[in-house]
């Protein structure tokens, strides 16, 4: 009698436990379920809150375009949460807007600052195209149609011959002759630059590069090479024409060792 009176505490004693077992599991789950709740009502309040939405915006890198300009485009983005800044998305938009921009870079700053870098296009020369100007870029971009004259542009070469239509701006010019035109305009010393009117491309397979003086004169360069050489002999050459007061009309550098003046 004794040992079944024994035996039922035992079987009461681990029912008890089991029981007990089970309520504190629930009662764990219970409080990590409160817990994983609250972390997760904690962070979307947080996510959402003021403190990740943009309130600075700096402009870095842009010279001719003004920063009100750049924040035009973009103003939408002030009080944007950070974390919902399509970056590409305003980078496209800045570069599809602005002809002169040639990269955007926006940065995130954590937590509520935006660093826009940017790379503006540099304007190399000018083609001609039936009495229309338009300001290239150093790489052959076309920049802008210029309609207010070329005063503020006299130190920009002008291009004959670069193109035989109208170009559209963000258009890339791709001819080499065109750039390299530029390159030796700006390699020549500042005396014979004086007697340059304007450079051009010859109209034929070889696509020669010639400058035509203030005076009709006509220096043909060839291509791109040899060009400190070139113009150590135009330089040497024109000092002997005025030297020996020579009437020409023609300076062919062409072949370097070989110049032909007639």
Do not use: C, H
């Not at 079987?11 to 409080?31: D, E, G, H, Q, T």
Request: net charge positive; glycine share 6%.
């Amino acid at each position: 009698m004794t040992g079944k009176i024994i035996k039922d505490k035992r079987i009461s004693s681990r029912k008890r436990k089991i029981v007990l077992r089970k309520w504190l599991s629930a009662v764990w789950i219970f409080l990590v379920i409160i817990l994983f709740g609250a972390i997760i009502w904690g962070l979307n309040y947080f996510y959402n809150s003021d403190y990740f939405k943009i309130k600075k915006i700096d402009i870095k890198g842009n010279s001719y375009y003004k920063s009100g300009e750049i924040t035009g485009i973009i103003k939408d983005l002030a009080g944007t949460n950070i974390f919902e800044v399509d970056k590409k998305k305003y980078e496209d938009a800045l570069i599809n807007n602005f002809a002169r921009l040639k990269k955007a870079e926006i940065l995130k700053v954590f937590p509520d600052n935006l660093i826009i870098n940017l790379s503006e296009r540099v304007p190399l020369l000018i083609i001609l195209y039936k009495n229309n100007y338009f300001l290239i870029d150093t790489e052959g971009v076309v920049l802008e149609k210029i309609s207010d004259g070329l005063g503020k542009y006299e130190n920009y070469i002008v291009v004959k011959n670069a193109v035989n239509y109208t170009p559209e701006t963000g258009e890339k010019i791709a001819k080499k002759n065109v750039l390299s035109s530029a390159e030796i305009y700006k390699s020549l010393n500042e005396e014979i630059k004086k007697r340059i009117k304007f450079a051009g491309i010859t109209d034929d397979a070889s696509g020669d590069i010639f400058f035509e003086t203030i005076d009709g004169k006509k220096i043909i360069f060839g291509n791109s090479s040899e060009i400190i050489k070139k113009n150590a002999v135009l330089e040497q050459i024109f000092k002997d024409l005025k030297n020996e007061s020579i009437y020409y009309s023609i300076i062919d550098l062409r072949i370097s060792d070989n110049p032909v003046v007639k």
